[in-house]
């Protein structure tokens, strides 16, 4: 099984990768750095990759899942409501290729801060 590590500020994750070809890209950029931003439920930063919106993409996303948007070529995090979203839902601003899925309790993600650090590595396999 294929995976990034993320480690965004204090907090650090395993991403496993889905058969996608955003996954595919974000892997073979690796490894980087960035820095994060954050709008309200959901961390986002930029990433030297580009790709296409793929079919599959959506705006709706569950705890863990790992989007990219497109418009802006960013990493996105979602971890709780966000302004757009409707009963508690995880509604990033428009639709997102899903790329992958972190076990990670993704709402610990609302301690980080505006600038911190984030390291995109692949991850060893155990």
């Known amino acids: 099984m294929r995976k990034l590590r993320m480690t965004i500020g204090k907090a650090t994750l395993d991403a ?12 073979a950029a690796a490894p980087f750095e960035t820095r ?3 709008w309200e439920g959901e ?3 930029t990433v030297p990759v580009r790709a296409e919106r793929e079919a599959e993409a959506r ?3 569950e705890p863990g899942e790992l989007a990219f948007r497109v418009e802006g070529e960013v990493v996105v995090i979602g971890f709780g409501p966000t302004p757009a979203s409707q009963a508690g ?3 990033l601003a428009m639709p997102a290729n899903v790329w ?3 076990d990670f309790d993704v709402s ?3 301690a980080v801060e505006p600038g911190d650090l984030i390291r995109i590595e692949p ?3 155990a």
């Open 123 to 125: 991850a060893q396999e």
């Open 43 to 45: 961390v986002y930063f």
């Open 100 to 102: 992958g899925r972190t």
């Open 36 to 38: 994060a931003t954050k």
């Open 89 to 91: 839902e995880i509604r």
């Open 16 to 27: 496993e990768l889905f058969d996608t070809p955003t996954a595919e890209a974000l892997l």
């Open 59 to 61: 705006d709706v996303i």
């Open 108 to 110: 610990r993600l609302d």
